[in-house]
């Protein structure tokens, strides 16, 4: 199958959508709408990458989209796919879906229904016609599932439905920690590995791990990645005094996130919105505890007090309260919620596993759009 693979960025989950299509024997393009320069270096050999002459930022209005369409029927025209798979849904998915190209498979980030699909009446109109337009819709979690059937009740056929996961094996308690890293004796460590942006409210997870540290002076912090709020945090650990008890190795490459992971205790992320957490995902597979916001999708992975804790999103006093729980676990407690993490990774977040769904819907909509 000839399949033309749109996105608005170059990330692992890119990445591996892309490896497992190709390594199923189809031809994949990948085209990148926010970037035409050369090839990245993670595109599979059997891959072509596909630029146009335009592009936009990942934060543009819908409606900026349509620039991109006289390009985008060229290339249609030029490359003649079988299928498009394209998302997120305002700006991928749209163009897409304004082509009139036939079989579209739009594919949901999270954020795109969960916080942006009724910001305004643009945003609305944008995701009422990709979803309309669309054969098929690809979602991860039952809260993104419901929030597109706000716009178009979608047929059971027309959905495939499976978290992003990780492969087997790649994540677990045993192994090597980071070389950089050096185990300090008698501490808790945390652990966030969420970008620096405002959506995952990393000075939120800062404060609240002050007032926690503060009543239990073993806990520490190991605060991975980066972003554009990188000088803001980097005032607050200053201010708040916890340069001693927080640790900011920077952008952490996912082939050493598990060392890193098995390097803490608790996992703790406090975003706004999510759909299917990878992260998250990761650190059950790790077997740690986590500690994450209350939102629909999570609560889809997590049970109050079984296998972690839920605190309300942008609420510091409750994420700190959370946190203390996770650190008065006992041995046994926190080998019992180790094992049953890893158990609910094992039989629900196989990507190998789930991955074939998603080929054998390419095959139904490419057979259902040939028969009409």
Known sequence: MRILYLSNNRSDHNRRFV???????????????????????????????VRLGSVVSRECEPLEMRML??????????????????????????????SGFHPLLVMSWGSDMLMHANQNSEWAQATETTLRCADGFFCDCNAVRAAANEFVLLRDDQVVQFPWGIRRGSFSPQGLLPSIYQPDGGTIRLISTRSWEPLYDVDVLLSAFRIAHQKDLRLRLLLLGSGSMAALLD?????????????????????????????????????????TSISLLEAMATGLPVVVSDLDSNREW????????????????????????AARLSSAESKQISL???????????????????????????SATKNR
């Open 302 to 325: 997590v049970t109050e007090g079984q296998n972690g804790w839920l605190a309300p999103a942008e609420n510091i006093e409750q994420f700190a309260q959370k946190i203390l729980c």
């Open 340 to 366: 049953r993490n890893q158990q609910v990774v094992r039989d629900r977040a196989d990507w190998d596993r789930n991955f074939p769904a998603l080929l054998m819907t390419y095959e139904r909509l490419l």
């Open 235 to 275: 005032a607050k650990i200053k201010d708040y005094q916890l340069r001693d008890v927080v640790t900011t190795p920077g952008w952490v490459p996912g082939y050493e996130l598990p060392k890193w992971f098995r390097a803490a205790h608790i996992y703790v992320s406090c975003a706004k919105s999510d759909g």
């Open 19 to 49: 490896e497992q299509v190709c390594d199923a024997g189809h031809q994949l393009w990948f085209l990148d709408v926010c970037n035409n320069s050369s090839a990245p270096a993670w595109l599979p050999p059997d891959a072509a990458m």
């Open 69 to 98: 369409l006289p390009e985008f029927r060229s290339v249609l025209q030029k490359l003649q796919p079988d299928l498009i798979h394209a998302g997120p849904v305002q700006s991928c998915g749209y163009l897409a879906a304004l």
